[in-house]
């Protein structure tokens, strides 16, 4: 009863055109009044407690990394590279796309970020080489939500912090499916580009790869500090955060000269934006937690689910096909923040490994993300590169399903993620 209550207060609010923070705060009411514990007081200092947490001061230097990254030139530099290396392929803008999309997801973590900085700089090159225009647009979506899942990433830090799980090994668990996904992308791109008459870029002379590869070598070695950081123990993921903020203003100020004030400026407003809207989700989710908690709701999931404890797969397919139903609707933040304090106990409770549960979580997530009927980055792809949603969608499909076929295999045999997260774990 208390279940039914809390999700249909929840998707009532959400279909009414609530906002999903105050969406997750009035069923967190609901489920107070229903137990007889309303209280303001209760309210307001969970909702502040809920934010009070150091590992989410990563969000805001990470979100202040992106931006500069963005600004201060090293998004066209990395472009500029990829372009150099293999852009003379066939088809070769869509494989520097996806190899943009890698190396940008290891700088900024955010999917919204990256596909509008891909579509801006490679989309206008790609329709003048008279690529297909669906088939670009939805390459250059796929491409762009590898970054929740390649480290340093912002979903995978509210994963951590809303099921008590490790950054640290979500982080490092992320690199080998993100890889992963970009290879996906490849052999897809391989497939739809084989009889297509593109253009071909000329062939970079080795001084103009060596030209580009010493000018987006400061872009490079951000990925490299961060991750090799965290691996090493020389700094925590939110230290990796402040780390990361640093460098890459100081490379965009200083080595580059591209961040003028004016931009910084720019920068930090929109840092601050995004990070109030980010921390007032998470503060309210964690109200959500805390209640779901009182009342016992995963105890009660867990008895619903108890026919398939005994199948971790079969449980795991389950929650994957919850996930992904729901993500199609809701965007990232919100569904990581809902579910995983719902999800991760029915999880646990048949034995499977909780950064293991994370990763495929916000890769499932990240599907979503270019799934109709929302898609958020198939919106912004499409405002970016002004290209209907339509055509995005035809474009994007192909993609939708190599991915959908990769998380299959990621549950079928989940050896494909744990095997290289202990490694590179250690």
Known sequence: MILLLFLGVLIGSILLGLPVAF?????AMALMLQMGLFSADILAQNLINGVDSFPLLAIPFFIVAGEVMSSGGLSTRIVRLATAMIGHCKGGLGYVAIMTAILMAGLSGSAVADAAALVSILYPMMRKGNYPEGASVGLLASGGIIAPVIPPSLPLILVG????????????????????????????????????????????????????????????????????GIRFGVFTPTEAAVVAAVYAIFVSSVIYRELKWPVFLRVLINSGRATAMVMFLVGCAIVAAWLITVAQLPQQLVTLLQPLIDQPRLLMAVIMLIVLCVGMVMDLSPTILILVPLLLPVAKAAGIDPVYFGLMFVINCSIGLITPPVGNVLNVVCGVGQVKMSTAIRGAWPFIIAYLLLLVAFVAVPQLITVPMEFFIG
């Open 161 to 228: 912090v809303a099921g008590n799980i490790s950054i640290k090994n979500l982080f490092l668990g992320g690199i080998a499916p993100g890889l992963m996904m970009g290879a996906t992308l490849m052999v897809v791109w391989s497939l739809i580009i084989r009889n297509e008459d593109v253009e071909a870029l000329p062939k970079a002379s080795a001084s103009e790869r060596w030209a580009a590869l010493r000018s987006g070598f400061w872009a490079l070695l951000l990925p490299v500090i961060i991750v090799g």
């Open 23 to 27: 969406a997750l705060l009035l069923a």
